[in-house]
């Protein structure tokens, strides 16, 4: 079996979790509260930025133009694409997306980048991709799922969210961090292959995380700054 694969097979539990989480159910039903839609998209139109740095460590770390290309590529998709489903969640909520940026990150969003940023800075390709890929890879299969379970047509008003992330892009996009993934793993010793899993857990963790965090509109417990006596 491919890392990726064992990877895939060891977070079963959680993928579940996130399909059957009432956020990601509620894109299905095509019925979610808007203040959890503004809350999603605040939160990741700045997640999204500070991907888009990490594969920017990613680059740095880069030995050869196969490397740059593949994350290049990334930031191109992240930075190009999707914004689609966050306009979709917009038009949804009625509310104007540069409207929605440069909010601070809630605690879990504000946890999970810091997640990344860590193992970015601190491990090699391998280990970065290992944190980076829950991301393109539990939407992927969020998109396939609902596809299955609803059966979403253009009168559906998450229809083109479920689209864009069952789309073949996504599912190229994440093969190819997933095949770099396989290769890195084979020449990696068995110590280095435990701190990958655990990168790649912790990441799913906090994706689940993440749709809570929008569900529940989770906020800092103190949220303005007390005046010094
Ligand atoms: C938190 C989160 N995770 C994943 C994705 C899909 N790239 C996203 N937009 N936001």
Redesign the pocket.
């Known amino acids: 079996m491919t890392f990726s694969k064992e990877l895939r097979k060891e977070n079963d539990d959680i993928f579940k979790k996130i399909f059957r989480h009432p956020f990601v159910d509620g894109i299905g039903k095509g019925d979610v509260p808007k203040e959890a839609l503004v809350h999603y998209i605040k939160a990741?139109f700045e997640?999204?930025n500070a991907?888009m740095h990490i594969y920017g460590i990613a680059v740095s770390k880069s030995g050869n133009r196969d490397d740059i290309s593949l994350f290049h590529d990334q930031i191109g998709f992240?930075l190009n694409s999707?914004t689609h489903?966050h306009h979709n969640f917009c038009d949804q909520a009625g509310v104007v997306y540069e409207d929605m940026q440069g909010y601070p990150l809630p605690p879990t969003?504000d946890h999970?980048i810091k997640h990344m940023m860590y193992h970015a800075h601190t491990g090699d390709l391998g280990e970065i991709l290992c944190a980076l890929l829950p991301?393109?890879w539990?939407?992927l299969e969020i998109g396939q799922v609902l596809t299955e379970q609803y059966e979403p047509n253009d009168s559906h008003p998450f229809n083109p969210w479920i689209k864009f992330?069952a789309d073949a892009e996504v599912r190229g996009l994440t093969g190819k961090l997933r095949n770099r993934l396989d290769e890195l793993a084979e020449v990696v010793s068995e110590q280095q292959r435990t701190r990958m899993k655990e990168a790649f857990r912790k990441s799913c963790q906090l994706?689940l995380a993440?749709w809570e965090m929008a569900y529940t509109c989770e906020e800092w417990p103190v949220q303005k700054v007390v005046a010094q006596q």
């Open positions: 990741d997640y999204l991907f992240v999707e489903p969003a999970y991301c393109p539990t939407y992330y994706e993440f």
